[in-house]
């Protein structure tokens, strides 16, 4: 899926925390962004998901507005993932079973994404009781059985051992490659940006402080602010 931000602003009680003129996203990317806290990482996957409203400008999705028919295919998992309260497996199969899909092709599914995140072995264990690394493959799992066209990913490994992350990371562009979906990802894993994206945006204030390839916003960031706040990170991981 393309996506055309357009001069999308938000505002909290009066105070603006995100400002971003104008982005696009094009389909099959993977996209990190990074940036401080409270740069509006966060509220920017939400408004592209649908889950908030901008107080101004629009998000073209296709070239369209946001309808159901556009929710039906993208799929966002936040900073703190819900699951239910029910078996692995139930978890998982739960996207195909709301848009009605039968139970042999539904089984299949859920077998092959859990082979791939290697929590074939949970299938029958209560989602509630797992730890967060596993609770981080079925959430992202659930997100991906059934074949989003856009996913919103915000710090889908924030706590995770470097194993797990790896999988993580090496499923992700899998499904990436695989089936041509585009991917917005917030990191504060600058590693993790450089492993896995194609393009990085660089968020401060709300605002879009350098965007581009990669290896240049990394390796040769053009803003002073980028510079600082990569080096920060570095020296902190
Ligand atoms: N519902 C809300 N009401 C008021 N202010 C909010 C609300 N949601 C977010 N904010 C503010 O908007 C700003 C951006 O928040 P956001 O969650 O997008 O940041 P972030 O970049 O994701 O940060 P982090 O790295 O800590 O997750 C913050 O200053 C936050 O306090
Ligand atoms: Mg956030």
Known sequence: MDI????IVKKY???TVLNVENLC????????????????????LKIIAGLEESTK????YNNQMLSKVIMKKMTYVSQNPYLFRTTVFKNIAYP?????????????????IMEEFEIDNLQNQLATSLSGGESQKVVLA?????NPQLLLLDEPTANIDP????????????INREKNITIFIVTHNVGQARRIC???????????????KTEDVILKPKNSETKKFLSLEYHMS
């Open 163 to 174: 194993n797990t992350i790896e999988l993580i990371e090496r499923t992700i562009v899998k």
């Open 57 to 60: 400008g629009k998000i073209l």
């Open 198 to 212: 194609d393009e990085v945006i660089f968020l401060k204030n709300g605002t879009v402080i350098e965007q581009g």
């Open 13 to 15: 009680d009066g105070k």
């Open 4 to 7: 055309r931000i357009k001069d």
């Open 142 to 146: 659930r997100a991906l059985i059934f």
């Open 96 to 112: 195909l079973k709301i848009r009605g899909i039968d139970k042999e092709f539904t089984y299949k599914s859920v077998k092959k």
């Open 25 to 44: 996203l094009s389909k099959g990317k993977i996209y990190g962004i990074i940036g401080p806290n409270g740069s509006g990482k966060s509220t920017l």
